[in-house]
């Protein structure tokens, strides 16, 4: 036992935002977000950890009609192509999804990462440069959860093409957009993952992910697999 550990209700919290974290595309309600809400989320984004703490990202906030207009025809250009990798009840499928929320939520943020920031040697990225959209990545999952404590919906539109959406938010050349986010209030957030709930995927059991030491070996530990078998949650 140690006594970092956090106490029952606050690690609860914490495994509740994991396990309600959702990708919100339909649910998106028109108030605004409170400033000092979305500066919380900002702060929690700008905590995440960094490779050499580079820190490589930026936060484009976006209110305007025309911009979020402007994406939104990128994303429909996007998702054009992409629904042609899908044929039959597939395709049928695909075409029923609803894979973003651009005009409908209040605020998009899109959040890029400086490929350049802390010089030509940052500590730890020498063998692994993509380390740094790692980092943003992080700062991405922070934001989302964080928003989930504060009951704020977030969407992340991956059907885009990201030079064309560079262009659209004046993004100098080195700067890379990583996540392109909705955000907002919501009428609900679902009980399960809407590409689950639409029969797209289901979530995979953990069991069947694990490995010891090696690939090809087995996790040998009974008492591991017993609790991995178990439900999600702090207890």
């Known amino acids: 036992m140690t006594d970092h550990c956090f ?68 994303y429909d250009d996007a998702n054009a192509s992409a ?12 075409r029923r999804l609803k894979l973003e929320g651009i005009v409908d939520s ?10 350049l920031r802390g010089g030509p040697h940052v500590l730890g990225r020498n063998t692994m440069l993509e380390t740094d959209l790692f980092s943003t990545c992080l700062a991405v ?9 504060e009951g704020i919906g977030v969407g992340w539109v991956s ?5 064309k959406l560079a262009q659209t938010l004046g993004l ?10 909705c955000l907002g209030h919501v009428s609900e957030f679902l009980p399960q993952p809407e590409l689950e709930i639409a029969g797209w995927r289901s979530r995979l059991p953990l069991e069947q992910l694990l490995h010891g030491n090696t690939w090809d070996n087995t996790v040998k530990d009974d008492a591991l697999l017993d609790a991995v078998r178990k439900p ?4």
């Not at 629904?83 to 695909?94: I, K, P």
């Open 7 to 74: 106490s029952d209700e606050q690690r609860e919290g914490l495994y509740r935002a994991i396990r309600e974290r959702r990708d919100v595309r339909s649910q998106f309600l028109p108030d605004p977000i409170a400033p000092e809400v979305l500066a919380r989320l900002l702060h929690a984004a700008h905590r995440a950890p960094s490779v050499g703490f580079m820190q490589p990202w930026d936060f484009l906030v976006i209110d305007s009609i025309d911009i979020k207009r402007a994406v939104k025809a990128l």
């Open 232 to 235: 999600f949650d702090a207890s």
């Open 172 to 181: 100098p050349e080195h700067v890379q957009p990583v996540a392109y986010l």
């Open 141 to 149: 999952q922070n934001l989302w959860l964080a928003a989930r404590a």
């Open 106 to 115: 209040p605020i998009n943020l899109c959040i890029t990462c400086d490929r």
């Open 159 to 163: 059907i885009v093409d990201p030079a």
């Open 83 to 94: 629904a042609a990798n899908y044929a039959g009840d597939r395709a049928a499928l695909y």
